[in-house]
């Protein structure tokens, strides 16, 4: 079998020699063979390895792309199968959670102007949501909300839009995001001032999806082409 180096490699996809022999100490890559003088020498089996990873990453993420090339070069199926079913299944759960963000905001969208002077004590609040105050002044320490104070008792006081960012967060809870991301997106929404100045940032977050999507469904093809090397090395 003809041999590589590092450089034959790298230059398909405009890598350094270095990051070719990183990925390989990582694992990602199959252990090369080496020359009487001590030079890797690398095979079409790693150069497949190599666009198989290349091509995971976008869709799959950098670790979850360095485990399934781990996996694959064990021989480990079943870790390996896992790996890429998770991350289809956790594709599929952010896809639900966007739909239910999208909802949660066109309700919010469609009640009727609240009474801008209308505030809610935090039992109230956390009534309305279904939760525990504990809850809500953990959302306060994370900057996911900003409620008032009242000026007599020091009392927390929520006024509409704060009540607002409460429930849009409340269902991104629900869809099992973490709370620095629900931050982000409670920011987005505070920045925009209303609902419907967020439609974008919803077309934007469905189409991140749409993109990743077609990045895993891309991805196959050269996978598939190194475990078939690998099978018949």
Known sequence: MRTLRPVDLAREHGLSAQAV????EDGI???AGRSASGYRQYTAVHAQALRAFLALRPGY???TAAE?????????????????????????????????????????????PADRRAELSIGELAHQLGMHP????????AGILRPGRDPVTGRRRYPP????????????????????RIRLFVEQLRAAGDTTALEDVLAEWRARLRTRSRAMLAAGAPLDDYLTLLSRA
């Not at 963000?101 to 969208?109: M, N, P």
């Not at 504990?134 to 306060?140: D, I």
């Not at 839009?161 to 620095?180: C, I």
């Open 21 to 24: 022999r990183n990925y390989e």
């Open 29 to 31: 890559l199959p252990p």
């Open 61 to 63: 993420g950098h670790a």
């Open 68 to 112: 399934i090339l781990r996996a694959a070069g064990r021989g480990d199926d079943e870790a390996l199968f896992r790996l890429i079913d998770g991350a289809h299944a956790e594709l599929l759960h952010e896809r639900d959670v966007l739909d239910q963000v999208a909802v949660a905001l066109g309700d919010l969208t469609s009640a009727p």
């Open 134 to 141: 504990a809850s809500l002044r953990k959302w306060e320490a």
């Open 161 to 180: 839009d704060v009540v607002r960012d409460a429930h849009a967060a409340r269902q991104l809870r629900r869809g099992g995001y973490p709370l620095r």
